[in-house]
Structures are given as C-alpha cells and as structure tokens.
C-alpha cells in the first residue's frame, strides 16, 4: 500500500479518490471557494496557526493527556489473554466537555477573517452546539444551532447549556428530527444569508473544504497522541481506535497515524439495535455512495436512493451518511471499520465509569465496546490507544431510561 495514499493533502478539487467534491446550489459555491482560499490561506499562515494553538491552550484546555486506563485492562484480561496497555486520549477533558471546540475555535477564527459575525451550526448530541455556542461567546459572534426535536428531548442538558452560552437553538421538527434534518435546516439557513452567515459544519462532512477543513482542525488530537504515545510508550501503539458518526473525532485521531503503517486503524459504528433490523446507523458496513448535504459518499438509502431512517442510542452517532474520507479509507484498506450494538455501548459505558471513575459520551462507549474483540481476534495488538470523544454527562438521562427498559 504506497504511503502517498495517506499523504496529509488532498487536491484542490477535494476529492478523496472518488469520494468528496462540492455538490451545492450556485448560490453557495462562491462562498465555498472563497472558504477555501481562506483556509489554504490560513494553513500556511505562521500567524494564524501560532493564534489557533494559543486559543486552544487558554481557552479549549489543551493538550489533553493520555490516560492508563489499568483497571479496564485488568477487566478485559481474562476475555483476551495476556493483559492489554490501554490508553484513552481525554478529549473528554476538554473545555465543554468534548472535542468538538477543536475545530470550532479554528472556523470561528476564520470566520472573522471573513468578516461574517453570524454563525449557523447544527448539532446531534449537543456537544458541537455547545462548543460553538462558547465559541461564539468568547469572539462576540452571533450564534443560532439548529437541531432535531428528537436530539432536543434525548439530549436536554445540553440544549440548557447552549442557551445559557447566549445561542439560539431552533427545534427542527421535519424528517427523522435528528441530525440530518438539522443539517439540512443550517444548510438552508446559510443559502439564505450566505453574505453574512458562516455556516460551522461540526463533523468532517459536506461539501469541499469542510471535510479537509475539519480534518486539519481536529488532527490536533492525532499530533498530540503521537507525541505523547513516544514519549510514555517509547514506541507507538499498536492499534488506535475511535468512534464514527460523521467520523470528526475518528479522522482528528487517525491523520498523524495515517503514514505509519504499523499502527492498525480502527473506526467503530453504530450498530443499533443489530444490523440485521435495520434500525442502526453502520453507514460504511451497509452504505453505498450517494450524495448527501452537498457531497459524494457512502449512506445509508434504499434502492430508489432514498436516505434511510437511522437509530442509535448515541444522538452524536445517528447519521446516515461519513465523511469521504472514511469511504476512501475503508475502500483502500488502511482503516478498519467495525460495529457495536446499543447493548454493547451500553456496557462499556458501565465498565469504564465503575472501573476508572469516567463518564464517557456513549458515542465514546462505542470505540471502548470494541476493545475486547479487537484484541481476541488480533494477537499482535498489545498496546491500544481508544480516543475518548467526550464526557457522558450529557447521557445520563439516556442510561437512565436504558437501564429501566434492559430491567
């Protein structure tokens, strides 16, 4: 498999092997070149790079650490043989509570570069929304969030902590309620005030250059991970693992990896309520390109093309389509994608807070499920590094009701 594959580039046109591009009404397509200038712009930029790392430090609270978790390797052994070194990546210690702000700090910076003061945002789980509500906060931008109805109920504290920041969430009551059709409300939103809104797509999804965009922004999580795994392990991991909804978080922790082909690659999905129902959000085990939200991927649609209900009981997870840069790295095999099913999040999510004191995110609990099979099945895998997206607090009410059905 030739490393130029894996280079940290695309082309301009965005396109990751076939999947990518920029598939939006004329009216945005100016915007979306002049976003593009901009950020190849800033990418370069000593200046803004060295203002991005400052706020990330002061305000996002970074770097975060690499965790042991020994007592979750002390609970696996006896599944998988010999005892695994397991290490979380605490994004989860981020400031509110998740990696999202990563990448809100950059587009906000290159918002004001734009001169655009208004910020549209959608959210699933609420963590994007809350990160672009502080973000917001902090550099005087107007901010609106748009989301699902069904998100709203299932995710209520952090809908309180969005407005609390000063944003205005807009319930979407169409489609799914979740957070396709809060996608599609900010898209709408954005046509309609392209002049003066910038639109902060949260996930590594859309049309050019927000997947690349995203990706650049979030890569902290991978640089700081590679580093860190040198210095504590002398080595790197064997194996680095995270969750893929829209696959931010995945692609941020992948990127640094990407090159260095010892260390295997692992994406986990939403399997839902088990893939055989239907009722699951495992795009790249059972999607198929199409286009969705102005770019080329895989998603979940029946045989007229139709996107598909999905379910999940993480909100940050129930989305039917990827990022194209996950297509491109399932179909070239460098990253391996797997899934795991409500019950089995569930599970890790008691696991890991009971044995290491740590509320995880269920979108989290997902890559931490994963761990057990991943090494039974793989031998060679001893040291694995899972990228804790963020904190739970936000789904206690969803355990909550959980335990009561599983009861």
């Known amino acids: 498999m030739p490393n130029q594959h894996f280079k940290y580039s695309v082309p301009i046109n965005g396109r990751f092997g076939p999947f990518g591009g920029r598939y939006v009404p004329e009216t945005l397509m100016e915007s979306l070149l002049q976003l593009e200038r901009d950020f190849l712009t800033c990418r370069r930029s000593q200046v803004f790079r060295k203002e991005f790392k400052n706020v990330l430090h002061s305000f996002a609270g970074r770097p975060t650490p690499l965790y042991r978790a020994q007592n979750l390797e002390k609970l696996y052994a006896p599944k998988i043989g010999p005892k695994p070194a397991i290490y979380l990546k605490r994004e989860d210690l981020c400031h509110t509570g998740a990696h999202k702000i990563n990448n809100c700090i950059g587009q906000a910076l290159l918002a004001l570069r734009l001169g655009k003061r208004r910020i549209v945002a959608e959210t699933g789980a609420g963590q994007h929304g809350v990160a672009t509500a502080a973000v917001c906060a902090h550099f005087g931008l107007q901010c609106i969030v748009y989301m699902g109805t069904a998100d709203m109920a299932r995710q209520a504290p952090n809908v309180t902590r969005m407005r609390l920041l000063g944003a205005r969430v807009v319930p979407v009551d169409s489609g799914s309620k979740t ?36 990706r650049e922004f979030q890569s902290i999580i991978g640089r700081e991970a590679l580093r860190q795994s040198r210095a504590l392990l002398g080595k790197l991991p064997d194996a680095v693992v995270a969750c893929v909804g829209g696959g931010s978080n995945a692609i941020g922790s992948f990127a640094a990896f990407i090159p260095h082909r010892s260390v295997k690659l692992f994406g986990v999905e939403a399997g ?11 795009t790249i085990a059972r999607g198929r390109p199409g ?22 009981i993480s909100a940050g997870l129930d989305y039917p389509g990827v990022g194209p840069e996950h297509a491109w790295l399932k179909e070239i095999g460098r990253v391996t994608y797997l899934t795991v099913n409500d019950r089995q999040a569930l599970k890790a999510f008691y696991d890991i807070s009971r044995c290491e004191g740590i509320l995880p995110a269920l979108e989290s609990s997902h890559a931490v499920a994963a761990i057990p099979a991943l090494l039974k099945s793989d031998p060679g895998i001893r040291t694995v590094l899972v990228t804790l997206s963020g904190r739970g607090d936000k789904d206690v009410p969803i355990i909550e009701e959980a335990a009561r059905c599983i009861k």
Do not use: F
């Open 291 to 312: 286009v969705l939200h102005g770019c080329h991927s895989l998603l979940l649609q029946d045989t007229d093309g139709q996107v598909l209900s999905t379910h999940s």
């Open 179 to 214: 957070l396709k059709d809060a996608i599609n409300q900010a898209i709408r939103d954005w046509v309609t005030n392209v002049e003066t809104t910038h639109y902060l797509l949260g996930s590594a999804v859309g049309p050019h250059p927000y997947p690349l965009m995203v």
């Open 272 to 282: 839902g309520r088990g893939l055989s129902t239907g009722q699951h959000s495992a």
